[in-house]
């Protein structure tokens, strides 16, 4: 997650304001928590002590961890210290593996992608700090939605979403998430057919952007643009994702490997649009997801959480 002090510089300039975070010693005795003071001298590296100065003009040595930032002091509205001292992931409510391991298409190299939804206690939610739509631990490649973010990307039937919620490698799931999972069909809607084909038509114009100016494209990205289209043409047939890919593996592996030629590729996909297109006509999907049952659950959740 990112947070204020992450976008702070490492060493903090002379003459920023700073507040002082715990009691300090000075020359009339002990200098209460809150006091002011300004940067006189910073160091060379972040694992020595500042020099601040503070009104009455004596100055002290501390270190960073001992003070911060007086506009982030006075600035009740920035959740910096409050999350800091929250795990908010203690908070989630369901946590998967997607990706290359989902779909059976993973090397002895691939990374394991964590995804996942989390709730926030209802104080921490209606405070001030606020809680953020989504955390993310890009060293881990974790990432979780807040609730209501999930659900409504969920219902915009966004093809990443949905797979969080159809994929087999399920790692954890509370009570509450389960019924999200239970409840995973009213997602579904005819909007599948308009947002998975945007997403196809957009990555296909980016390789063939790629192909035309540099001579070549990045083969995973075609691999994934055929995944995607066979995805929702399940879809649209049997009203569930279908994540993992086993009956088109090879082909699949083929074309990541850059083993199939892109007249070939492309060939294929055109075929899948058609099947796309045919499975869109007939689908049983209906015109909407269900936003009633949706917000339902999230109400319930909500209230689950201020008790």
């Known amino acids: 997650m990112t947070s204020e002090r992450d976008n702070l510089p490492a060493i903090l300039p002379v003459g920023t304001a700073v ?4 009691e300090s010693a000075s020359r009339k005795g002990p200098r209460a928590a809150g006091a002011m003071g300004v940067i006189v001298r910073a160091p060379a590296d972040p694992e020595h002590s500042y020099r601040v100065r503070f009104p009455g003009g004596e100055e002290v040595s501390l270190r960073r961890g001992e003070f911060e930032v ?108 389960q019924e999200l999972l239970d409840m995973r069909g009213a997602f579904l809607s005819k909007l599948v057919y308009q947002t998975y084909n945007a997403y196809v038509m957009s990555q296909f114009k980016k390789l063939e952007r790629d192909l035309r100016n540099q001579g070549r494209i990045k083969w995973k990205h075609a691999m994934h643009l055929v995944r995607l289209l066979l995805s929702g043409i399940g879809v649209l047939r049997t009203g569930a994702v279908p994540v993992e890919v086993t009956e088109h593996k090879d082909r699949l592996i083929a074309i990541r490997d850059g083993r199939t030629p892109w007249s070939e590729v492309n060939e294929w996909r055109l075929s899948l649009h058609k099947e796309f297109d045919e ?22 959740a909500r209230r689950s959480m201020a008790r």
């Open 279 to 300: 499975a869109f006509r007939t689908t049983a999907l209906p015109d909407r997801p269900d936003y009633e049952a949706a917000n339902a659950f999230l109400v319930r």
């Open 19 to 22: 507040v002082t975070r715990g």
């Open 70 to 177: 007086l506009k982030q002091y006075l600035d009740p509205g920035r959740s910096r210290d409050r999350l800091a001292e929250c795990d908010l992931r203690q908070y989630v409510i369901y946590r998967c593996v997607i990706g290359s391991r989902a779909y059976g298409l993973a090397t002895d190299e691939s990374d394991v992608d964590r995804r996942g939804v989390y709730l926030p206690p209802a104080e921490l939610h209606w405070s001030l700090y606020g809680v953020p739509e989504q955390i993310e631990d890009q060293d881990a490649d974790e990432c979780y939605w807040e609730l209501q973010k999930f659900l409504v990307l969920a219902l915009k039937a966004n093809p990443n979403i949905l797979e969080v919620l159809h994929t087999p490698l399920v790692e954890h799931v509370t009570p509450l998430g």
